[in-house]
């Protein structure tokens, strides 16, 4: 599966909805946040709490471009907790953070509109 930033692209094939359900999505609130220079593209290291369930984890994005470390601080956002860990360079990826492409293909992360307590599923 080709993952495509085009806003005009055809939707996927369609999931049953139990495949849908396999992919564990959470919101955490991110506690650190640091410039990632070695990273291919603009990215940024994260460290996000998912609460007592999932606890603390680490997350390479592709972020750099829209946001500053300093700025997501306390800031909520989603993420799929349930993929096998990741390198990213140097890194690991513990979660994929999740976000939209904006209209310069960056990355706009998405997050809930009220905070929610860290751990909630997306459903």
Do not use: W
């Amino acid at each position: 599966m080709h993952l495509t930033h085009d806003p005009d692209a055809p939707a996927a094939p369609q999931i049953g909805f139990d495949d849908f359900l396999a992919a564990d999505i959470r919101v955490g609130t991110i506690v650190a946040a640091e410039a990632f220079p070695e990273a291919r593209k603009p990215s940024l290291k994260l460290r996000i709490d998912f609460g007592a369930g999932v606890g603390e984890k680490k997350s390479c994005a592709q972020i750099a471009a829209n946001y500053a470390p300093a700025d997501l601080i306390g800031r909520q956002v989603a993420a799929v907790v349930n993929f096998a860990p990741r390198q990213t360079g140097p890194a690991i990826s513990e979660v994929l953070t999740l976000g939209f492409a904006d209209a310069d293909g960056n990355v706009d992360l998405f997050a809930p509109d009220t905070r929610v307590p860290n751990g909630s599923r997306l459903f």
